[in-house]
């Protein structure tokens, strides 16, 4: 599976009634094995600043009818506030997007 251990840790630290946070979302595979726990009754946060990223993940929350429990929000999280660049290194991936606050993107 997609990062077998990661998601053999969730089963041990997500309890039934947390809120969970998937910072950089992407399309949202961390968010959705959360929520498909039949005893999972909290609340995810799913942030992902890429644009066409965070519509898919809208589009995947709505297809399975998780809206109750899950809140995507269209932006990155950082230690500091202020405003940056999302670049893609090799300009297809957004899984490997990067925060720049150099270069101009996305």
Sequence with gaps: ?????????LDV??????IFYDVGS???HFTLYVASHRDF???IHAFEP???SFRDLTDIITQANLQN???????????TKGV??????DRV????????PYTTGI
């Design 1 to 9: 599976g997609y990062e077998a251990e990661t998601t053999a840790l």
């Design 13 to 18: 630290i997500v309890r039934s009634h947390d």
């Design 26 to 28: 992407n399309w949202g």
């Design 41 to 43: 009754h909290g609340h």
């Design 50 to 52: 890429m644009p066409s």
């Design 69 to 79: 429990i899950v809140t995507c929000h269209n932006l990155a999280l950082s230690h």
């Design 84 to 89: 940056a660049s999302m670049v893609l290194p």
């Design 93 to 100: 991936h957004s899984g490997i997007a990067k925060l720049s």
